[in-house]
């Protein structure tokens, strides 16, 4: 594998934090926010993350590097959540004339094969590891900015007070908690979320060895968690009483163990590698 000077642009919080920051130390990368004229001319690659495909795309082609678009995360939150397939599709369309990528990297199947790129996963939380099933469940937890949560917030705390649990917001340690949620709701729903979200949250309920509650994506499809689908409130009840067992959580702890190797930054920094090595391979063909 070739020694590369990678160069990754983007900005802002969480997917860019792991995909840009994270990811490009594992990488041995050059991250920055504000690429300069030497940055430029220094790389052999530059990957442009989320919506900095658009805003670098024609200082990147104006260098002699292939471009890679890492398109994680790459509309506009929350307002172009709602839109339909079709429209979601034209916009990403849109955005690949617009940034001519060499590469279009999709942070699900899904994505990668709407923007006829490839797919590479997310990373999960660094240091995160399988850690044995409670015997009771006492804990509830949601990794994730609140907001996001809408109505099922009530009513998940409904049903964790109604058998004495807690339900807790960002917990410092997913090992601290017996169950797993994520759901979106209003706004924050809608056709790209589900279909395009990278699913970083089922990747971390692989790598705690904990369940999660969710409702259907292609992240969860794909990632393929142990965990049940929830798309109606009233299902809840039904499905805290399906992994309260300390037998079935254990044995996602053993399911995990096996896997979560293959999720790990280092992992996916040497996946990431070896698709940039392989342009160079393909421009020598």
Same mark, same amino acid.
């Given at each position: 594998?070739?020694?590369?000077? %990678? #160069? ?48 670098? +795309? +024609?200082?990147?082609? +104006?260098?002699?590097? =292939?471009? &890679?678009?890492?398109? /994680? ?9 709602? #839109? ?14 617009? &940034?001519?990528?060499?590469?279009? %990297? ?6 990668? +094969? ?5 797919? *590479? ?32 917030? =009530? ?12 339900? /807790? /917001? ?42 999660? #509650? ?8 794909? %990632? ?11 299902? &809840? ?35 990431? *590698? ?12």
């Amino acid at each position: 594998m070739a020694i590369l000077n %990678i #160069l990754i642009i983007g900005s802002g919080k969480g997917s860019w934090e792991m995909r840009g920051l994270q990811l490009g130390a594992a990488m041995g990368a050059r991250v920055t926010s504000t690429p300069t004229d030497a940055d430029w001319s220094w790389a052999d690659r530059v990957v442009l993350v989320k919506r900095a495909g658009e805003t670098f +795309a +024609a200082r990147a082609h +104006a260098g002699h590097a =292939p471009i &890679i678009w890492d398109a /994680v995360d790459c509309w506009r939150q929350p307002m172009e959540n709602r #839109l339909t397939e079709t429209d979601a599709i034209l916009r990403l369309q849109h955005m690949l004339k617009v &940034i001519r990528p060499d590469m279009t %990297i999709g942070a699900t199947q899904v994505m990668a +094969a709407d923007a006829g790129g490839v797919y *590479l996963p997310h990373h999960g939380r660094i240091g995160l590891v399988p850690t044995p099933a409670r015997e009771q469940v006492r804990v509830v937890g949601y990794d994730g900015n609140a907001i996001y949560l809408g109505r099922w917030e =009530p009513a998940l705390r409904t049903a964790c007070a109604a058998r004495g649990w807690s339900f /807790v /917001v960002n917990p410092p340690h997913l090992y601290d908690v017996d169950i797993l949620v994520a759901f979106r709701d209003g706004q924050w729903d809608g056709w790209m979320p589900r279909q395009w979200k990278s699913g970083v949250k089922y990747v971390n309920a692989v790598l705690a060895g904990r369940t999660i #509650l969710t409702q259907d994506s292609a992240g969860f499809r794909e %990632i393929q968690p142990a965990g049940t689908v929830v798309e109606r409130l009233d299902q &809840i009840a039904d499905a805290f009483d399906a992994w309260t067992p300390v037998s079935r959580r254990q044995a996602v702890v053993e399911q995990s163990i096996a896997r979560c190797h293959t999720f790990t930054v280092d992992a996916i920094a040497a996946r990431y *590698l070896r698709l940039l090595d392989a342009m160079s391979l393909e421009a020598a063909c």
